[in-house]
């Protein structure tokens, strides 16, 4: 079984008229998990992430500092990309509780795996700096929340979003327990993800692409390089930073992957936690930004998950 975490925070998020991380894309990628065909996912309603959990990751002057920050009415620009208005900061809280919430429920085998439908993103989101829309890292929250509270010891992210998650990859770094995997278009925001940052003990594997890369240089990369190097690392479980920004219709970069790309990489992640990690995965929306390539991309995506 496949739960499914949102909440409606996440849609009241709003980072002003012109911004390209719309409530729109979270509300295609329900629109589209809302067909017949998705009529078995456990629907949730995700938590608000507890202060504990964003302490593993975030240090608490930051958090209090960023909540601060949350405008009564308006708009608040945290940097040139990232914008918060009045729901910005429950939308965020939501974002990373639903992560954690899908980790402890597919630890405690109420589910195979779960996906969770939230935003604002989280993999640009560093210790002590929002950034690139992100304002926590939902994904490296959930993921010391599986080391922290379950005593899982070799954990794993998986990012195949466009851009690199130079957040995760710096909560991450001085780590050996923690595995951080990235494909993503070089050059491209936010300049982070060469293949020499690797880590401690080869724990970061990055996986840059040229603009105009497609399905075969994607393949040939997760193939020859991430795929191999996560499966030696033997995870106990799998979380995917899932952003659907490669696809060849997505504004904001120049990759061009499809929806094949989607369901061949998910069927990789899926098969490689059924080796190791008892088949859990737990994936959380990144970017994406086209609205019809996102919600066709996110259903790929989930379809492969609720058949592992």
Do not use: K
């Not at 020499?196 to 080869?202: I, L, P, R, T």
């Not at 990055?206 to 996560?230: E, I, Y």
């Amino acid at each position: 079984m496949t739960i499914l975490y949102t909440h409606p925070s996440c849609l009241e998020h709003d980072p002003g008229q012109y911004h390209p991380e719309t409530p729109a894309r979270l509300r295609a990628v329900l629109e589209a998990l809302d067909s017949p065909a998705f009529a078995a996912l456990d629907r949730r309603e995700a938590p608000a992430v507890a202060a504990d959990d964003l302490g593993r990751v975030h240090p608490q002057r930051y958090v209090d500092r960023l909540l601060a920050a949350v405008p009564q009415a308006g708009h608040v620009g945290i940097d040139a990309d990232t914008v918060m208005s009045p729901q910005s900061g429950a939308a965020a809280l939501h974002a990373a509780g639903a992560v954690v919430a899908a980790v402890d429920a597919v630890m405690a085998g109420e589910a195979t795996n779960a996906f969770c439908a939230v935003r604002p993103p989280g993999h640009h989101a560093e210790p002590s700096r929002a950034m690139g829309f992100c304002l926590f890292n939902n994904i490296a929250v959930g993921a010391l929340r599986a080391r922290a509270v379950h005593g899982l010891t070799r954990i794993a992210v998986i990012d195949f979003d466009v851009h690199h998650g130079n957040g995760t990859q710096a909560s991450f770094w001085d780590d050996a327990n923690l595995f951080y995997g990235s494909t993503h278009q070089s050059p491209l925001y936010p300049g982070t993800g060469s293949t020499g940052e690797s880590g401690v003990a080869g724990n970061i594997v990055n996986v840059p692409l040229p603009p105009l890369s497609g399905s075969q240089a994607f393949r040939l990369g997760m193939t020859r390089t991430l795929l191999p190097a996560l499966d030696a690392f033997a995870p106990e479980m799998v979380l995917i930073s899932a952003g659907f920004d490669a696809h060849r219709s997505d504004p904001l970069a120049q990759l061009q992957l499809d929806e094949a790309d989607y369901v061949w990489v998910t069927e990789q992640l899926v098969e490689i936690a059924r080796r190791h990690a008892r088949g859990r995965v737990v994936s959380s929306l990144e970017g994406g930004y086209d609205l019809v390539a996102l919600g066709a991309s996110a259903a790929a995506h989930v379809r492969v998950l609720m058949s592992a």
